[in-house]
């Protein structure tokens, strides 16, 4: 088992603190000055409230707080600071925040003002309901103008907006307990973060209808407040205790397992012209070939690519970012007569209009772009014969959005990233949840389409929302960054292998959850957990994936989905933790083998459990 933050998260930084307030049979936890995880007699009732600030690129303007005091009591807490947010700019937006909390009632309040035009995308609360046990469930919304509407939550992923102008949602939160949210201070609406992969919904504040970035004008104060009242009856259960061992239900299907691909980026092709060894290694079927004329890629990218693909003896997929600048019919033979000249052989081709990778959120613009029937037509004039894919370079988000006509298609593909929103530890594993509702909505779009994902890694390629990703050289967890320091460490590893065991039941044809080198990739650079030019430990994740390509999944179900994860075959079991708390996990019959899968892969002693610690993975042969 490994206890050393850095082997765990590839970074010595620590999260903040968390610190419990507990009210009777209320709690919660505050963490860096915002909630999280409120719980009412053991039930989760909310996943989140915090008061959160983003720059024009929506990436996140940390708080700086000082002047912290907590009063903790058995039946009450009280909790104030005051918060700075810093814009990219230097303007300073101020609050005073208050949080207090009774044996049935939450308050989080805020009233703030800037010393100087603070210009931002949003400013205010954003209110987290869980998915699990809360999706297709009725739900009342009070709205501003004193109606009311008796809703349910939505079950498929909503593109827009599910409800807007909310002033107070009432839910069940379990058997005899519900709960009313009420939001003051301004116009909030509900988006479905299960678009992104995280595992809520977000009502926020600020309708995305009206235009963003825009400027909070200079000492002009505002005051926000989210209220939470708790009503349950005298009979209602508390949840269940977590502590008892995960029990695993395995069951035989007849989907199998998919191919494995690898990304190749052009501005790592040194780094991967060293490291083709670790194609054979993990297993990887396929080579996901970037391309995008209007990033300067050309006729070297395409060699470099043709060079590995020649080594590793591998099929290739090239992800075409079209420029739709000139006709279409010039660009793809263009495109295709670099491609002949790279001596480059394609087993399929992912087309995808450069201005499809940004985001159109709702009320905004569409940007000008070619029918799809017209891309997709062009490119097949232009590789006759060629496996044709289409969707999103980007994000689920943007597929829901602008749905791609399946039948000019072969497979339909999109990408998922885990830190759109939220960074820390917890919120990355929670979206598993969401990513099995988003596989499920994919499929509800397009039927048997064969579907491809990736590369999605937790760290984020490009992106949808702003101008660019967020540098992070201190190596923090940040949303929206370019480089996660987990993905290198024994978190990545867990992520990835949770990953492939949420997608895996819809039956993927290729499944891609790294590069080859690089940041994204699966080779290790210097000062990591693993020795420099070695595999991080997610490929030997990947590496076990790559050799069960082709096989028949065992669908593994858990106790504790929260907690641990897997999938299987037949005789053979993988398991993730995706926690950091070591977890028993009772196998059901004596192992014949166990092997841990960390940065040195490691055998230990078969039993008929195996306890797994924080962000442990293990293959298990029966």
Request: charged share 20%; net charge negative; aromatic share 8%.
């Amino acid at each position: 088992m490994i206890d050393d933050g850095f082997q765990l998260y590839g970074t010595r930084e620590r999260e903040p603190e968390i610190r419990v307030l507990q009210a009777g049979p209320l709690e919660v936890a505050l963490q860096d000055g915002n909630l999280r995880t409120l719980r009412y007699r053991g039930h989760e009732v909310l996943r989140g409230i915090s008061f959160l600030v983003r720059d024009r690129d929506w990436g996140t303007c940390a708080a700086d707080i000082s002047d912290l005091t907590v009063e903790a009591g058995a039946e009450r807490f009280w909790v104030g600071y005051h918060a700075r947010f810093t814009a990219p700019d230097g303007a300073n937006l101020d609050c005073t925040i208050v949080i207090s909390g009774t044996s049935d009632s939450l308050s989080f309040a805020a009233d703030c003002v800037s010393d100087d035009d603070f210009e931002t995308a949003r400013a205010g609360f954003a209110v987290l309901h869980p998915v699990n046990g809360v999706a297709g469930q009725p739900v009342e919304v009070r709205h501003g103008d004193g109606s009311v509407e008796q809703a349910r939550w939505p079950a498929s992923i909503e593109p827009w907006q599910p409800f807007k102008d909310i002033a107070m949602l009432i839910h069940r939160v379990a058997p005899g307990i519900a709960a009313a949210t009420a939001f003051e201070g301004d116009v909030f609406e509900m988006e479905d973060q299960r678009n992104w992969t995280d595992g809520s919904y977000k009502t926020y504040v600020r309708p995305l209808a009206l235009p963003w970035p825009y400027r909070i004008a200079k000492g002009e104060p505002f005051s926000q407040r989210i209220a939470v009242t708790m009503v349950a009856a005298d009979a209602a259960k508390p949840a269940g205790d977590a502590t008892d061992a995960v029990t695993l239900r395995i069951t035989p299907t007849s989907t199998g397992l998919p191919e494995i691909g690898v990304g190749l980026r052009p501005e790592c092709l040194a780094e991967e012209r060293a490291a083709p060894d670790a194609l054979a290694a993990v297993g990887a079927g396929q080579l996901i070939a970037h391309f995008d004329p209007v990033a300067g890629h050309g006729l070297s990218a395409l060699e470099g690519y043709a060079e590995l693909a020649a080594k590793s003896g591998l099929k290739v997929t090239l992800e075409l970012a079209v420029p739709c600048r000139r006709p279409l019919d010039e660009e793809f033979s263009e495109i295709a007569a670099l491609v002949e000249q790279a001596g480059l052989v394609l087993d399929s081709l992912f087309v995808c209009p450069s201005v499809d990778r940004q985001s159109t959120p709702p009320g905004s613009q569409w940007p000008e772009c070619p029918p799809l029937e017209d891309v997709y037509a062009a490119a097949r004039a232009a590789f006759p014969g060629m496996r044709l894919g289409g969707g999103m370079m980007s994000y689920f988000t943007e597929l829901n959005r602008k749905r791609v006509p399946g039948e000019f298609i072969d497979y339909v593909s999109h990408c998922t990233n885990p830190i759109v929103h939220a960074a820390d530890d917890l919120s990355v594993m929670q979206t598993f949840e969401a990513l099995r509702h988003v596989t499920a909505s994919t499929r509800a779009i397009y039927s048997n389409k064969p579907y491809r994902i990736g590369p999605s890694t937790i760290a984020m390629r490009q992106n949808p929302y702003g101008s660019t990703t967020k540098d992070n050289p201190r190596l923090g967890r940040i949303p929206m960054a370019n480089v996660d320091p987990r993905h290198n460490g024994q978190f990545g590893a867990a992520w990835t292998l949770a990953y492939a065991a949420t997608v895996a039941p819809v039956g993927l044809e290729v499944l891609t959850l790294s590069t080859l080198a690089g940041s994204f990739g699966l080779v290790a650079g210097p000062g990591e957990p693993a020795a420099e030019g070695a595999l991080r430990p997610l490929a030997h994740v990947i590496a076990r994936l790559g050799a069960l390509s082709g096989e028949a999944l065992h669908v593994v179900e858990t106790s504790r989905p929260d907690a641990v994860l897997g999938l299987g075959v037949s005789g053979r079991v993988l398991l993730a933790n995706i926690t950091a708390e070591t977890q028993r996990v009772s196998l059901g019959a004596k192992a014949q083998s166990i092997t841990l899968l960390s940065v040195t892969p490691r055998d230990i002693p078969a039993a008929d459990s195996v306890e797994l610690g924080a962000y442990d993975c293990a293959e298990i042969v029966f």
